[in-house]
């Protein structure tokens, strides 16, 4: 009778667990898609609660929260797209939780190093690739980098920016093969020669392309990216226990691990 009693109550608790555990759905950034989904096993086997992941650019990410599809925690590549969310008072407040910044991925055989990279970029024989201002925040980076070179060489604002091709970053853009990095991909498959890139997507593409090249962009030219973290107003607890484990040691050793710089002080 009391090994039913014990079995019963053990039956009762286990239901309680499996009752609490929560769902997080959350939306971001492309550029995050092996850290995060290493961090949402992570956060799962610590707590139980499931981690239900959405991937894309930013910018597009934004839109689809704002116009009410079903986000509990928002991970951009960029501050201004969670501040926005927050100013509309559809989120809570904004935190940077990782770094990055932007390399060139070149393709094999193209002699190229920081010192000419500019030169390069300018060159009208080089396909020069980026992601979609206005939509990735991988393209807004590199249309910094373009604003930059204007006061290294004038007019190369303008010139960079006509001949800049947008290959990622909407809904229409070409897709890899599935598990390929898409900026491998596209220089592989001869559509870029030079890729402005966030330095962990280089880092992934060369990893599968390793006759693809990392150039560090110059001191003149460097651009960093800071990522924001923001929980959408009505998510459950679990998504603020999210939050909280990727501002933690250990989800900030997960993203370092992936070459991120930490999001901290």
Not at 12 to 24: G, K, L, P, Q, Y
Not at 189 to 207: P, Q
Not at 231 to 243: D, H, K, R
Request: aromatic residues 8%; hydrophobic residues 45%.
């Amino acid at each position: 009778m009391r090994l039913t009693s014990c079995c019963l109550i053990l039956a009762v608790v286990s239901m309680s667990t499996i009752v609490r555990a929560e769902d997080v759905h959350l939306y971001a950034a492309g550029s995050l898609r092996a850290a995060l989904t290493d961090a949402g096993a992570a956060f799962t086997a610590k707590t139980g609660h499931r981690v239900l992941a959405k991937f894309g650019p930013s910018g597009v990410l934004e839109k689809e929260i704002a116009g009410g599809a079903k986000a509990d925690v928002f991970a951009s590549a960029n501050m201004d797209y969670p501040q926005a969310l927050n100013r509309s008072n559809k989120s809570g407040p904004v935190l940077r939780f990782a770094r990055n910044k932007l390399c060139a991925l070149v393709k094999p055989g193209l002699v190229v190093d920081s010192a000419h990279l500019l030169d390069r970029m300018l060159d009208p024989a080089i396909k020069l690739g980026t992601s979609t201002p206005n939509s990735d925040p991988s393209g807004d980076y590199a249309f910094d980098v373009f604003r930059k070179a204007e006061a290294l060489k004038p007019g190369a604002r303008e010139t960079l920016e006509k001949r800049a091709l947008k290959l990622t970053g909407t809904a229409e853009s070409a897709a890899p093969p599935a598990g390929h990095s898409v900026y491998g991909w596209h220089i592989a498959e001869g559509r870029a020669d030079i890729f402005l890139v966030y330095c962990t997507a280089a880092a992934e593409a060369h990893k599968q392309y390793p006759g693809q090249q990392i150039v560090q962009l110059p001191d003149a030219l460097a651009v960093g990216a800071d990522y924001g973290l923001t929980v959408i107003n009505g998510a459950p607890a679990a998504a603020e226990q999210f939050a909280q484990f990727m501002l933690s040691p250990a989800g900030q050793t997960i993203l370092i691990g992936y070459g991120f710089a930490s999001g901290q002080p």
